[in-house]
Structures are given as C-alpha cells and as structure tokens.
C-alpha cells in the first residue's frame, strides 16, 4: 500500500470504490484524487480525524508538526505544512498499532 491508501483506509476509514476514488461512509460521498501531501483540505481532514482519536496537532517549526495522545508523539517534517502533516500521519498510521475504531 502506498501513503495515500494507508491513510485512507487506516485514518479516514473510507473504502476503496474504483481507481482513484474513496467513498467517505460518514460524509456520503466520493473522494477524488485524495493526495493530502499536495492538497490543503485533505490534510486538514487527516488533521481533524486524528484529534478525533484523541491526538494533539501541534505544529512545531516551519514545516515540522507533531500528533501526541498520551501514549505516542510522532512528529515528521516536509518541504510544506501538508507534506509534514501527510508524514506525521502516515508514521502514525504506518508504525502504531491501530485501533479497531479505525477501520
């Protein structure tokens, strides 16, 4: 799985519904082109889900942010505020055990 389907499926909870596109269960809706390393809202949306599970945001320099609950603090830097926010999540996603609630 590549950055973008982890943090699909791992963090937002959508599922996979043809190349490409992500059905949103919550919201009712299809996601198109989700790449939130590029894409202002969609790291906002990783953002907002995150503190949903209980994760701090906390942005830390420039380009370096941090998510932190009481048990992990992951922070993860990039060449812009969504890349760093899209790395920060992906460890998270990638490297944490990940709650059931998740899927």
Known sequence: MDYREVLARRVMGWRLQSAGKWFDSQEKRIIQGF???????????????????????????TYTVC???????????GSSREEAITNAAYALAENEPVPSEWF
């Open 67 to 77: 998510f932190e609950n009481e048990f992990h603090k992951i922070c993860e830097s």
């Open 35 to 61: 790449d939130p390393s590029k894409n202002p809202e969609q790291a906002d949306m990783l953002v907002q889900q995150l503190e949903t599970f209980g994760f701090r945001y906390r942005q830390s320099g």
